[in-house]
């Protein structure tokens, strides 16, 4: 397996089908966080985290028990935020988790700013939350589970699913175990 | 004419919401160590066995198996001599879930009103079905849902002229079109048959059934094996990443339905298979 610290810089070498522990510093946002980031590109106004080279981890956890840093904290459907996606990455953001493909137009704007999307098991949430050790919420407390959180992590286990050249694993994998006496998907 | 309490009604849906969100029914995990013996793929075997570690991590440390602990399903069959004391069912099923959500450190994920979307803070209210049913003791399957798989979900008004092809074309289609997005290995509920609002309701409620069981009618019995086949195929495999592991199972029930129609329901449910009953 192979290991990244954050923040990213050069994610060339990185092919779709690689197994990768994360470690340092991600930052999460689902749905709403993912509005109100771009409003504040558009506005020209400073975002919560420094976005360049950084790594977005799309997921809503579980709250933490006492004594814990976090609950469950698997990844949501990445397709969601694919409309709100381009900002981020002109502004620079390296890395993107979650789960499922992403649409075209992402792709090929991951492609031209030589950013990297990864997968997280989907459903492994209590296993992947082991690798978070520290967590902190640092914008938008009022969305709950949807807040911006800080994590700190180590080892956290992806899949690069989408590389910067845009060799796509869904792709990928799904063709090579297709049975051909199927018909073509409509 | 027997008494249920209203409290035991709170207790009782409490107690299933936590059960259900930790700990992986004995028939999927049985399921996914079967899939994971059996998967080509290299790469879906590693995730088989990180799904079934999940599991393990999970029940020991009493944590919720997915974030998404889902909007709570609740299936409720009330025996037709039986009398619910001290409050309306609805209301103590809504009462269980708030408590178990709460104490249980459930991700509240449900919106008051799907336009404003304002969260209830409480993962309240539960999807109720309530159906009228021999005897007098009250049946309940707490089924909570992931949107991962929900919205992967489909039901198409086929003509009938289309037949078993047709509903075997659909099937593929959703599945193929969902690809890693419903948290693959799926577990495949169909309603066939019925009006519109049936159908899909027999999607949601055949994929409760226990993986393995084979369907009482020998066509349908047969038409679920070909569709999982058929759905093996496909491709997709292990969080659509490639491979031969899918599906888990698919679940077939139907219903007569009128002379100038053949719906079809897709329910997918993800490997987190969540759903326990208790009778009281």
Redesign the interface.
Known sequence: MLTLTTPLRDVKSLRA?D?VGINGVIYTARDAAHQRLVKLIAEGKPLPFPVEGSIIYY???????PGEPI????P??S?RMDGLTIPLLEQGLKGMIG???RSPHVIEAMKEHGAVYF?A??????????SIKEVEVIAYPEL??EAVHRMVVENF?V?V?IDSEGNN??E????????P???E?? | MRVIKYDDIVARTKALCLDANRHLPADVFGALKRAQEQE??P?GK??LD??L??AE??RT?S???????GMVVVFAEVGQDARIEGGLLTDAIDEGVRQAYDEG?????VVGDPLERV?TGDNTPAVVHVSLVAGDQLRLTVAPK?F?SE?MSALRMLKPAEGVQGVK?FI??TV??A???P?PPIIIGVGIGGTFEKAALMAKRSVLREIGSKHPKPHLAQLEEELLE?VN?????P??????QTALAVFVDTYPTHIAGLPVAVNIN???ARHVEAIL
């Open positions: 089908g197994e997921v809503g956890p579980t709250p933490a028990k609950g469950s904290a698997g949501t459907t397709v789960k499922g493909g997968a098991v989907g459903g492994a949430a209590a296993l992947i939350a082991q709950g589970a286990p899949i699913a694993l869904y990928q994998g799904v063709a090579t175990y297709r049975d006496s199927l018909k998907a409509k | 080509v793929s790469l590693n995730v990180t799904i570690e999940n991590i999970a440390k944590m919720a198996l997915c974030q998404d602990t450190y459930l991700r509240k994920s969260n992931g991962g919205n074309d593929v289609e193929t079109k690809g890693g997005n948290c058929l195929k496909t491709g997709v495999g969080q659509g990443f490639g491979g031969t993800c490997h987190v």
